[in-house]
């Protein structure tokens, strides 16, 4: 919730975080720059906040919005503190018995005793009522 009085906003983040502002009504704005630019505070304006790629430590990302007067005086801000975290499955991919992250073949499947890709076994048996 916006704090009373403030008309405009805008938003810094550090460079582990993507920021994209939406306003209802009207076309994706696309991605907040780091500081500098502000935007009116209309009713329905959505940031969203993402990670392309793991954090190297907790809260070690940040976002910051600033909310400004009529007259662009500074009002107050809020931030939050974000972490990525990264999953990935990883397998066998080549079925020689060593589980690798980046294995090119972890996309495909092939059958055969040259073949490659993860042998999933799904158990669907009801084992309790």
């Known amino acids: 919730v916006a704090p009373a009085g403030a008309v405009s906003f805008g938003v810094k983040h550090t460079e ?3 920021v994209e502002v939406a306003c209802r009504g009207r076309a994706e704005v696309g991605s907040a720059p780091s500081s500098g630019t502000r935007w009116p ?45 990264g999953i990935s499955l990883d397998v066998d991919a080549d079925r020689d018995g060593v589980v690798e ?12 005793p040259e073949g490659h890709g993860a042998i999933l076994l799904v158990s669907c048996d009801k084992e309790s009522p």
Not at 60 to 85: C, H, M, R
Not at 101 to 112: E, R, V
């Open 16 to 18: 582990g975080v993507s």
């Open 41 to 85: 505070l209309d009713e329905g304006t959505v940031l969203r906040f993402s990670m392309s790629r793991a954090s190297t430590e907790v809260n070690d990302n940040k976002v910051t919005v600033s909310f400004y007067a009529e007259g662009g005086q500074p009002i107050n801000q809020a931030g939050v503190f974000l972490t990525g975290i």
């Open 101 to 112: 992250k980046n294995n090119p073949n972890k996309a495909s499947w092939t059958w055969g």
